[in-house]
């Protein structure tokens, strides 16, 4: 059963229809009627954007078991299809079928720390029905219906099918998660900073970063020079005989000057003041919570990103804070090796598989073909997944070329149809950036807040396109492996009191009362088991999770 839904732009109510064919009907209590179906029938609801939607029903205390993304699922579509980047909304989606002039995309809605106060129950980013000029619930019904032939005719509609489950559910769960919030002691965090940084100051950095600031000075012999300015630094150093290119940590490690040790130093110091300082703690962080907006699918991998928080990128210092609830533990579970056992899977190169049907993929590889050399094996896979040709990695190619020709050859395949301008797709059928994009020249991890992940403009070559390619079909699909976990683990823990409350690329954290946790440690590992047999079937490759129970977050192994 799906029923589509439409809510009214000014107030709590709504209009239904199930789905193909239904009657549309009014509601003046929107949360209050999906409630009441979520009991009897529990349907797919299919609605323009799950931003639009959830996040009111949660706060109404309304719950939905599964969904169809419309925005999501174009988007998909738009990069299956060769169209990556174009207009993704409803309004866009059908002016598509009406052969209309296409309305682009509204900007993203600027992110909202804890305590904004919302005009009205549920308010949209795209047009309202009244002002769209059509009506919303008939433009869902034929859009829907639209994705629903598009997908049928798509390489492998299967798995492009549970692509668009799991990236509908995984924005249930974003929304979820932002409503629930990850526990945060703003008192620990507040002591913490104290540790490093000392008493914030009136005006100005913290006494930490005023001494380190001298100390940069006088070893460089220079006065006033602002150590946060990097193109200031390599003047500094210019002056002093040492000519570096920029002060990246790895740059200046390599560096014998009195002035790296107390530069490198402020460089962490001041991330963690301007990132996740106290002006962070009083934005984010309000009743014992911390509620940042999740962007499933926000970077081109169909990893995650999200919109002001900056809650994928929490140092593990200030992780100190995370501390579970009085009686309560945080399960956290990371999967290790992932990129390199998913390119085991997709490849289907048998010798590989059986290598990370071990726990140790590493230590399997090097018995097998390195001489018993771990590390010379994990040079190897991932210098064939990276694109890494030079130095230490070329022999250790050698050997992975000659034992494992077809995972090699995979990642190479891949390669040269990027070098060529062509497009590839992960194991489910997302799609890569064309080569005229802006993303041509960039790697797979851009700034991870949503609103500044534009990648830079630009020429590049169709090798640096190669390398993008190259990794794209794995980590692509290393990030709907985590997502079908997740949307597993979320049907999972239905019933119970454990809420997800952090995710992060391939590690999952659930917030649960003591009782509960090691049920809810054994539902995360099937769901892991579960998910490699969702997507790849019956392969010998295994997917292991470090799973901590932790009454603090930064004590998770």
């Known amino acids: 059963m799906h029923v589509a839904v439409a809510s009214d732009p000014d107030g709590p109510g709504g209009r239904l229809a199930d789905l193909p064919a239904g009657a549309p009907r009014h509601v003046p209590d ?5 409630a009441e179906r979520e009991t009897t029938d529990q349907p797919r609801w299919v609605w323009p954007a799950t931003s639009e939607i959830y996040p009111a029903l949660l706060r109404a205390g309304v719950r939905v078991a599964r969904c169809h993304d419309l925005e999501l699922t174009e988007a998909l579509l738009l990069g299956h299809e060769g169209r990556w980047g174009a207009p993704r909304s409803l309004a866009a989606a059908r002016a598509r079928l009406h052969h209309l002039p296409v309305p682009a995309d509204p900007p993203p809605r600027q992110p909202e720390p804890p305590g904004f106060a919302q005009a009205a129950l549920f308010e949209t980013t795209s047009a309202p029905p009244s002002a769209a000029g059509f ?14 032939a598009r997908t049928a005719a798509t390489e492998h509609p299967g798995r492009f099918r549970l692509l668009i489950a799991a990236e509908s559910a995984g924005a249930l769960v974003g929304a979820e998660m932002g409503h629930a919030g990850l526990p945060w002691r703003a008192d620990v965090h507040d002591q913490l900073l104290r540790e490093l940084l000392g008493a914030p100051q009136p005006v100005g950095p913290p006494r930490r970063l005023a001494e380190l600031t001298a100390a940069i ?3 460089l012999g220079m006065r006033g020079l602002h150590p946060d300015s990097p193109a200031e630094v390599v003047r500094a150093f210019a002056r002093n005989g040492v000519e570096i290119p920029n002060t990246r ?3 200046l490690k390599r560096v014998d000057h009195p002035a790296v040790r107390p530069l490198i130093e402020y460089k962490e110091l001041y991330r963690i003041w301007t990132a996740h300082g106290w002006s962070w703690c009083d934005s984010w962080v309000k009743d014992g919570r911390f509620r940042p907006e999740y962007v499933p699918g926000g970077v081109v991998s169909g990893r995650w990103a999200t919109r002001g928080g900056g809650a994928l990128q929490v140092p593990k210092v200030v992780r100190r804070a995370v501390i579970a609830d009085p009686g309560w533990r945080f399960v956290v579970a990371d999967a290790g090796q992932l990129e390199p056992r998913v390119l085991a899977a997709v490849s289907g190169d048998r010798r590989l598989a059986a290598a990370a049907a071990a726990g140790d993929l590493y230590a399997a590889l090097a018995t097998d073909s390195f001489d018993g050399d771990r590390a010379k094996a994990k040079v190897a896979l991932l210098g064939a997944m990276y694109g890494q040709t030079g130095g ?5 190619l050698a050997v992975l070329r ?3 020709p077809v995972a090699f050859e995979f990642v190479e395949a891949a390669a040269r149809t990027g070098e060529a301008g062509g497009l590839v797709r992960s194991w489910l059928g997302r799609t890569c950036p064309p080569a005229a994009a802006a993303w041509r020249d960039a790697g797979l991890d851009p700034p991870e807040e949503a609103g500044s992940a534009e990648l830079p403009q630009g020429g590049a070559s169709g090798r640096a396109r190669g390398r993008f390619t190259r990794n794209f079909v794995v980590q692509a699909t290393a990030a709907e492996w985590a997502l079908v976990l997740l949307a597993t683990l979320r049907t999972a823990l239905e019933g119970s009191k454990a809420e997800l409350v952090l995710f992060v690329h391939d590690e999952v954290v659930v917030h649960c009362p003591e009782e509960e946790a090691a049920g809810v440690a054994e539902a995360v590992r099937a769901s892991a088991v579960q998910a490699g047999r969702l997507l790849f079937g019956d392969t010998a490759v295994r997917f292991p999770l470090d799973v901590s129970v932790v009454g603090a977050y930064a004590d998770a192994k």
């Not at 929107?30 to 999906?34: K, N, Q, V």
């Open 30 to 34: 929107l949360a209050a009627a999906i």
């Open 135 to 148: 009506d919303v619930l008939q433009a869902i019904r034929e859009v829907y219906e639209d994705q629903q």
């Open 217 to 219: 000075n006088d070893a």
């Open 249 to 251: 940590a790895w740059v």
């Open 392 to 396: 230490a990695a070329v022999p250790a």
């Open 402 to 404: 000659k034992h494992y």
